[in-house]
């Protein structure tokens, strides 16, 4: 005779949490294709760059191009273990329109400008999951902290390449 298995009683995963899980997961997803398209467009935007001053800028977003795909198969994860399915490339919207190529190959400061641009959608949106699940989902919350102290360290990488090219009055 097969032995009953039975639904945790606490924590997110418990039967009657079923709707807070819908909501983090719809959450998890829309960080999922944030991220992905990320990882278009920096390899879009590791590849394009034309001049000297763009090589510091081509091996940073190379170096991130792995660093957000590992984000997204961190949210691909936890979207699987709150019993949701992850989508696939159908369900894709596109809305990165800052980081399409620029009309000039050497002008490193749009690029610089649309990294700063997708690390803050990013920022904000993390920020509004860790709010949400405080109290709620300690596992998503402290995954998401983790992914969220990336991000920052993203942000202020390239916000330290704008302020130099702004020194410069090029920006
Ligand atoms: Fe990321
Ligand atoms: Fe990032």
């Known amino acids: ?6 639904n945790s009683s606490q924590g997110i995963l418990s039967d009657d949490r079923s709707r807070q899980r819908e909501e983090i997961v719809a959450m998890l997803t829309r960080a999922y294709w944030m991220e992905l398209e990320t990882v278009i467009n920096y390899v879009t935007n590791s590849t394009n760059p034309d001049g000297v001053r763009a ?4 091996e940073s977003l190379q170096e991130d191009i792995q660093e957000e795909l590992g984000h997204a198969q961190q949210f691909a994860t936890r979207i699987k273990e709150l019993y949701g399915v992850v989508p696939s490339s159908v ?3 596109p809305e990165q329109v800052y980081l399409a ?5 050497t002008d490193i400061v749009h690029v610089i400008k649309g990294v700063i641009e997708a690390e803050t959608g990013a920022i904000e ?3 509004r999951i860790i709010q949400y699940t405080e109290g709620v989902d300690p596992v998503t919350n402290d995954m998401v902290i983790a992914i969220l102290r990336d991000e920052e360290g993203h942000r202020r ?4 390449f704008l302020r130099e090219y702004e020194a410069e009055g090029r920006a």
């Not at 090589?55 to 081509?58: G, P, V, W």
């Not at 990488?157 to 330290?160: A, D, H």
């Open 1 to 6: 005779m097969a032995t009953q298995t039975r």
């Open 101 to 105: 190529p620029p009309e000039h190959q």
């Open 125 to 127: 949106h993390y920020n």
């Open 91 to 93: 369900d894709f919207t």
């Open 55 to 58: 090589q510091e800028i081509i």
């Open 157 to 160: 990488l390239f916000e330290g």
